[in-house]
């Protein structure tokens, strides 16, 4: 199997400097020797996210995650460590070596799924501006969309062919499995044809740039299904995506502000009218996924979604979905029923910026909203508060549910008290529904009778001395059996190739070698401000000493366990010899 050579990921490391990676994505400042900005991983006010230039290393005081370059992008942008260090090379012009493998030009599937989709797009592109798209041009002419518009966003047509593309796709060699894989690729008992016919292209793009997934619009109107959408696939996550982000990533971290919208249409026209801070969630429901890749930029965010009801049904979702997660929406409402792509056609940019303008926090809009469906009795009032408080039980901070809950007082005179009774029978409720205790992943139940690992803490700690001396007697003598903790267990067998270097472990690399991250967390946690431990010869051999003996006062409680039920004459002299050995642990450190 094809791999990257660890002298590349070497490379990667060396050029991907960490305070340069986040800045990327998290607004950082300086205090002293390190950086911090609003962790990106969890909704926050107050900066609790560090950035360590000496040790290249992240960590989140907040929510614990940690890391190093590799690290981080593989848990925002949600990749393998391979993708994670691919993108890392594209970014700094970095040629990967792949040692292994096959002679094929494909490293893996996911180089191939993208090969196919670039060449699926300009595929598509040509067609479209040839006799046979046409028709599909005209269409996009019709609504309004110049030339330049189509080539920056490569806009296509898929013909009415059961296998054009698949043909295609076989002359150029990949394989059926990453062509059905792809999603444009369908198979049936009657054998493969393609996904998408007579419909006119709309590409999507991650923000690397690569061409992952495809939008298909009809423009014939008998056809029923409007639009037909790229399945999931390896490289395309629904939740992960947001239309136009590449091209628009400049505009947007100028004006800090977003303008985020449904359709691919939409997008397009707003472009065209010169406001390039938007987005599009195209095609599925806005989720959490999609908050934390806006949270990455700005937390303003003008929610406009289409004028009809059904639009404003999943702005206002879209908006507390926003502010669960720590961001500041304001919803924009087209008039009369109109879409973004038809107001803007009707009214230019003007009347888009006078919407803006004019947009409303999301309980106003909200009960803006009610009010024109529901009947304003004081049972429909119940019920809108009813459905506020479902969404409020999901806000964390309390000075964003305490404007919220004042909101809502004022909008329906209901006395803000009675709101935070209800308000609080919720979370009560909830917190019921999720309080089961579940101890499956929790380090105590690592750790048999429940030992306290703080020596376990001190001994990790210690393998980070600059004293080699120290780092030579930890490697000389410590048995990673001995760790009645999985996570430290696991951290050490990473540190342990590193201890008898020159220098003291680089944290960075072996962060990234660690694929538990439970363990990468926990090795960060006890690293990132590691200049205020005491390294010192005296306490690894305290700390060698102390490990050794709750190793052996563990085999035997377990020893003493099996005498209950076996009063065997192995297991009293096995506890004899064990008992003898904790006694003669200290003595053997005497000399050295």
């Known amino acids: 199997m094809a791999r990257i050579s660890e002298q590349s990921i070497e490379k990667v490391r060396q050029a991907a400097d960490i305070v340069d990676v986040v800045s990327g994505y998290v ?121 330049n518009i189509i080539e920056q966003f490569q806009l296509g047509y898929s013909p009415d062919s059961s296998d054009d593309l698949l043909n295609l796709l076989r002359k150029e060699s990949f394989s059926a499995d990453a062509m ?57 996550y629904k939740s992960n995506i947001l239309y136009g982000l590449n091209q628009n990533l400049q505009d947007i971290r100028a ?64 908006g507390y979905i926003l502010i669960k997660n720590g961001l500041e929406p304001k919803i924009v409402t087209p008039p009369n029923n109109m879409d973004p792509d038809d107001w803007i056609r009707e009214q230019g940019s003007k009347g888009l910026k006078e919407g803006i303008n004019n947009s409303e926090e999301i309980i106003k809009s909200h009960f803006k909203y009610f009010s024109t469906n529901q009947d304003r009795g004081s049972l429909g009032i119940n019920d ?109 067998k990473n540190i342990y190739i590193h201890l008898k270097s020159e220098e003291a472990p680089p944290v960075s690399i072996i962060a990234e070698q660690i694929n538990n991250k439970e363990s990468r967390v926990k090795l960060i946690d006890l690293t990132f401000d590691i200049e205020k431990f005491n390294h010192s010869y005296s306490s690894a051999i305290d700390s060698l000493v102390r490990i050794e003996q709750k190793f052996l006062q563990s085999t035997i409680d377990n020893l003493r366990q099996k005498l209950r039920n076996n009063n065997n004459i192995e297991i009293l002299e096995q506890l004899k010899s064990i008992e003898e050995k904790i006694k003669s642990v200290k003595s053997k450190y005497d000399q050295k």
Not at 469 to 483: G, H, V
């Open 255 to 318: 004006k800090k502000e977003i303008i985020l919208v449904e359709g691919y249409m939409d997008l397009l026209q707003l472009v065209q009218a010169g406001i390039t801070n938007c987005l599009a969630i195209s095609g599925t429901a806005f989720t959490d996924g999609h908050a934390n890749i806006l949270k990455r930029f700005t937390n303003k965010i003008y929610v406009t979604f289409d004028g009809d009801d059904a639009g404003q049904k999943a702005a206002i979702k879209c």
């Open 180 to 236: 059905k894989l792809s999603g444009l690729i369908i198979k049936s008992d009657k054998g493969y044809f393609n996904r998408f016919r007579s419909r006119i292209m709309f590409p999507i793009q991650n923000q690397r740039g690569d061409y992952i997934a495809f939008g298909g619009r009809i423009f014939n109107k008998d056809d029923f299904a409007k639009y037909q959408n790229s399945p999931e696939t390896p490289i395309y």
């Open 27 to 147: 607004e950082l400042k300086q205090k002293g020797r390190n950086f911090f900005g609003l962790c990106p991983f969890h909704d926050e006010k107050t900066p609790s996210f560090s950035v360590n230039p000496d040790k290249q290393i992240f960590k989140c005081f907040g929510c614990g995650a940690g890391g190093g370059s590799i690290n981080f992008v593989m848990e925002l942008e949600k990749l393998e460590f391979v993708d994670s260090v691919k993108k890392l090379a594209q970014n700094y012009n970095i040629v990967l070596d792949i040692e292994g493998g096959d002679s094929k030009k494909f490293a893996d599937t996911k180089s191939q799924l993208i090969a196919i989709h670039n060449y699926a797009t300009k595929y598509y592109h040509k067609i479209l501006l040839s006799e046979e798209g046409k028709k599909a041009y005209s269409y996009l002419e019709e609504r309004g969309l110049s030339k």
């Open 384 to 492: 809108f508060i009813q459905e506020c408080v479902e969404e409020l039980v999901l806000i964390t901070n309390p000075v964003i549910k305490e404007i919220m809950i004042n909101e809502i007082s004022y909008l329906t005179s209901i006395d803000k008290n009675n709101i935070m009774i209800l308000l609080n029978e919720k979370v009560n409720y909830r917190n019921k529904r999720i309080s089961k205790p579940d101890n499956v992943n929790k380090e105590t139940s690592l750790i048999s009778n429940n030992l306290p690992t703080k020596v376990y803490d001190d001994i990790i700690r210690l393998c980070f001395a600059n004293d080699k001396k120290i780092r030579t007697i930890i490697f000389e003598n410590l048995n990673d059996a001995w760790f009645l903790s999985d996570l430290h267990s696991d951290i050490y």
